[in-house]
């Protein structure tokens, strides 16, 4: 007799989903990030819950008419059960508080049809019987890879538990926040005086050449707003993995240099330093995420859910080029950037925070002879200086002219420019543009004011 399965599934968990959804549709930003249409095993339901994600990346409202209206427009309200099925699925569930539990039934069960899908192919490649052993084993590593892969999205984690792994950390007593900050400042006096400070609702945009500071002067700021001010920080580092970003703020913390520290090879004196700075550090309210290719949606789910639960009073990406949109990356990148900027500052407004995007610039600052960036250096999409509030660039001219004789040889009469950087603010949509010059101190990753140097007007 042949043992036949089903793949598993669990009906009464995805109907839990759509009806805790259409009780309270402000609990799907407690799911979204992780749970997807696609681990929907029914039909009917991933129709439901496409609608609801449908809704959500709208901005609109969830609920029994909302959703009804949306499945109508699709086409498919008479095949998901009609008004009726709606309400049933209301009755079924008496509270929202656990849709999070439910969804996780729903995304464990589909990671184990995802399993069975992949033993199916391995199963195939050996049937193949190929010639190469090595190149067969490959492809079925391929398979287990990508769908650990597909599965590997985080969470922010509040950078304690990741110094922990560098030295024992107290917990700090708790406290209470200080009332909401009205606007968020840099602690880089020409800069707060320029902007008066990043401004709630603000999209900032901070861009640059490789190798120019960006992710250094995007994590300055996080620290600085958040252990001088107390503010509450959602860093999101696509680029970077979390342990090493965080090492690069200890280093910038303690000055000591982040290889030494990597590998224990600091002095007791420098060990003193980073104990110090370790318990700086853990104080602040920094919550990182460091997931791989970050969809636009994960990203906004994650965010509400920490304002939720926090009250995020600053959000950093790091960086924008490499986040994703709606699509599939690469098919047309300009519109998908174009989403990515409007939606970062849609979030800005829908937190009332500042919202921090590190972009990169395109190859056309190379060709020119100053090398200062411009506004329409913005790689791939002119909507990102339209939808930015701010942006600021920054320019080193140590980072072209490599030693003195080769400075002094163009500029006679200047000074070696050893650790400046210029910070331009190239727009700034409610006050002056002008030029600030900070040091950067690139063996430790961390931009200091030049308190002597008076920023100046463009």
Request: with cysteine; aromatic share 8%; net charge negative.
């Amino acid at each position: 007799m042949n043992d036949v399965r089903l793949p598993p599934n669990d009906n009464d968990a995805e109907e839990a989903v759509i009806g805790s959804l259409l009780i309270d549709g402000t609990a799907i930003f407690q799911i979204a990030g992780f749970l997807q249409p696609a681990d929907f095993y029914f039909e009917q339901n991933q129709w439901l819950y496409e609608a609801c994600m449908a809704l959500y990346q709208r901005d609109e409202a969830i609920n029994q008419i909302t959703l009804a209206q949306e499945l109508s427009r699709k086409g498919r309200l008479e095949a998901c059960g009609g008004a009726a099925r709606l309400s049933y699925l209301i009755s079924i569930v008496p509270t929202s508080l656990d849709i999070e539990h439910y969804a996780r039934i729903v995304y464990r069960l589909s990671v184990m049809r995802q399993m069975i899908t992949a033993g199916d192919r391995i199963a195939a490649i050996g049937y193949e019987v190929g010639p190469d052993v090595e190149d067969s084993l490959a492809k079925a590593e391929g398979i287990l890879f990508k769908l650990r892969r597909g599965q590997g999205t985080g969470d922010l984690t509040h950078i304690r538990q990741v110094l922990d792994k560098y030295f024992e950390v107290t917990p700090p007593t708790s406290e209470e926040r200080p009332e909401r900050l009205p606007y968020i400042l840099s602690s880089f006096a020409g800069l707060d005086e320029f902007l008066g400070g990043f401004q709630r609702s603000d999209l900032v945009i901070i861009a640059g050449r490789p190798s120019m500071g960006k992710t250094s002067l995007a994590l300055n700021i996080a620290r600085n707003a958040a252990v001088e001010h107390r503010a509450c920080v959602a860093l999101f580092s696509v680029e970077m993995a979390r342990d090493s970003l965080v090492l690069r703020l200890l280093s910038s913390e303690s000055g000591v240099n982040s290889r030494r520290v990597r590998f224990g090879e600091h002095t007791e004196d420098e060990e003193r330093r980073v104990m110090e700075a370790t318990g700086v550090l853990s104080t602040a309210d920094i919550y990182v995420d460091d997931t791989p290719l970050l969809r636009m949606a994960e990203m906004r789910s994650k965010a509400l859910r920490l304002n939720y639960e926090r009250g995020i009073d600053m959000v950093i990406i790091d960086y924008l080029q490499l986040m994703e949109g709606q699509g599939v990356r690469g098919e047309n990148r300009v519109q998908e950037i174009t989403y990515i900027s409007r939606s970062l500052k849609a979030l800005a407004r829908e937190l009332n925070a500042p919202v921090l995007a590190v972009s990169q610039l395109s190859r056309a600052v190379e060709w020119r002879a100053s090398h200062e960036p411009q506004l329409s250096d913005l790689r791939e999409s002119g909507s990102i200086e339209q939808d930015a509030d701010v942006v600021l660039f920054i320019y080193r001219d140590e980072y072209y002219y490599k030693s003195e004789e080769e400075w002094i040889a163009a500029h006679p009469d200047r000074e070696y420019p050893r650790e400046e950087a210029d910070v331009i603010i190239a727009k700034h949509r409610n006050g002056p543009t002008g030029r600030i010059k900070l040091r950067f101190r690139q063996n430790l990753a961390r931009f200091e004011s030049l308190g002597s140097v008076e920023p100046t007007l463009l």
